[in-house]
């Protein structure tokens, strides 16, 4: 689905221009897969410009945006050191701040940047921290899809993690 996310954007650039909605969603699925591609430096390049666009044509409260600081503090807490966690964690509250009053709690974008900032907490040694947000985010997640979805999998598997760190402090 790379290919069809990266043709998409090429042709949306072309035929409608960079600051069209269609574009910022064919950039963010883009960046999503360079992402579980292990291939970060494309993926940040690609949602820093989107978080830029979407910012100026949308505003700070708009869904992509917020979905663009998410994808950039997942980034940032996969492949960086403690500085990128750190900076990843304040993008994370902030774009969970934004979700929450704008989109609600019950909304997949909300769950999952709840998910990020437990996870983030958990990257920084911060396990006490890490544990409501990232049980919350399950608990949402199953509401919002069910239990059995990648995504809600995906969780649980970040919440394993954890606990597994947890033993060993």
Not at 21 to 29: C, F, R
Not at 106 to 115: A, G
Not at 133 to 139: D, K
């Amino acid at each position: 689905s790379g290919e069809l996310f990266a043709k998409a954007l090429e042709v949306g650039r072309r035929e409608l221009g960079e600051d069209n909605v269609i574009v910022l969603d064919a950039m963010h699925g883009l960046a999503f897969q360079y992402t579980l591609a292990y291939r970060y430096d494309e993926a940040e390049a690609l949602s820093q410009k989107g978080l830029e666009i979407s910012t100026r044509v949308l505003g700070k409260e708009h869904k992509f945006t917020i979905d663009f600081m998410n994808m950039i503090a997942w980034i940032w807490g996969e492949q960086g050191q403690r500085e990128d966690w750190e900076a990843g964690l304040k993008l994370v509250a902030e774009a969970l701040e934004i979700s929450q009053r704008v989109l609600g709690d019950k909304h997949l974008s909300t769950v999952l940047t709840l998910n990020d900032l437990g996870w983030l907490y958990t990257k920084l040694e911060r396990y006490d921290e890490a544990l409501q947000p990232m049980i919350r985010s399950i608990e949402l997640c199953h509401q919002v899809i069910n239990e059995a979805h990648p995504i809600s999998l995906y969780l649980m598997n970040r919440l394993v993690t954890l606990y597994r760190k947890c033993e060993q402090h």
